[in-house]
């Protein structure tokens, strides 16, 4: 798929400080969006939203320490 393709090519071509400042962006965008939600929703999507941080968050950090341990 292109879109896949396209967001592989812009990953090969930028640095760490690039990914990050993506990330902040997203970051940013989850706040404000997260701030606008109902209050009735903002328990249930919190729930999610730890689920898939958790999901998410161990397997990167597998993967970093397995690469800070063989330098």
């Given amino acids: 798929m292109k879109l896949f393709d396209a967001a592989?090519?812009?990953?090969q071509e930028s640095t760490w400080k690039t990914i990050a400042a993506l990330k902040f962006c997203l970051l940013s965008l989850?706040?404000?969006i997260g701030m606008l939600l109902p209050q009735s929703?903002?328990?249930?999507i919190?729930?999610?939203?730890?689920?898939v941080f958790a999901i998410t968050y161990i397997p990167l950090m597998h993967?970093?320490?397995?690469?800070?341990?063989?330098?």
């Avoid at 592989?8 to 990953?11: I, P």
């Avoid at 919190?46 to 689920?51: F, L, P, Y």
């Avoid at 993967?63 to 330098?71: N, P, S």
């Fill in 8 to 11: 592989n090519r812009y990953c």
């Fill in 30 to 32: 989850g706040v404000i």
């Fill in 41 to 44: 929703w903002k328990l249930p």
């Fill in 46 to 51: 919190i729930a999610v939203c730890a689920v």
């Fill in 63 to 71: 993967k970093l320490l397995r690469i800070v341990k063989t330098m």
